[in-house]
């Protein structure tokens, strides 16, 4: 792990690599670029999931979605987003909406190991 994302150090190393793979690979560079684009629903370090849609404060409006977790059972989304148009987050509580109306949720734990505390990142904004 850098010391800090803006890390000059880390910057430039970082900007090395990517033109190594870009070189190299540049379809797995556009395609990066593409998913790194979307919105996320961060619940902890290795449990996210990413939505082609649109971000705003603690809401995912959303066509498409996929899952990115250390395990398959850790995706207790699914079934909600597989219906759902949106996901929003309140405090601990993550629900699932489709035309507004809630088809599920889930209340994340916030203590002992690997806690959860949901939120939505984008890393497209300026």
């Excluded at 000059?8 to 990066?32: N, Y």
């Excluded at 190991?113 to 939505?120: D, G, L, S």
Aim: with cysteine; proline share 5%.
């Amino acid at each position: 792990m850098p010391c800090t994302f803006s890390c000059a150090a880390t910057i430039e190393r970082v900007g090395a690599l990517r033109a190594d793979i870009e070189r190299l690979e540049p379809t797995l560079v556009a395609a990066i670029d593409r998913h790194t684009r979307m919105p996320a629903l961060v619940l902890r370090e290795r449990k996210l999931y990413f939505f082609e849609g649109e971000a705003q404060a603690n809401r995912i409006d959303y066509t498409r979605w996929m899952y990115e977790g250390s395990d398959a059972a850790g995706n207790v989304l699914a079934p909600w987003l597989e219906e759902g148009d949106a996901v929003e987050v309140d405090g601990l509580r993550v629900r699932v909406l489709r035309g507004g109306r809630e088809l599920g949720s889930v209340v994340c734990r916030d203590t002992g190991f690997a806690p959860e505390v949901p939120f939505v990142a984008r890393f497209d904004a300026t």
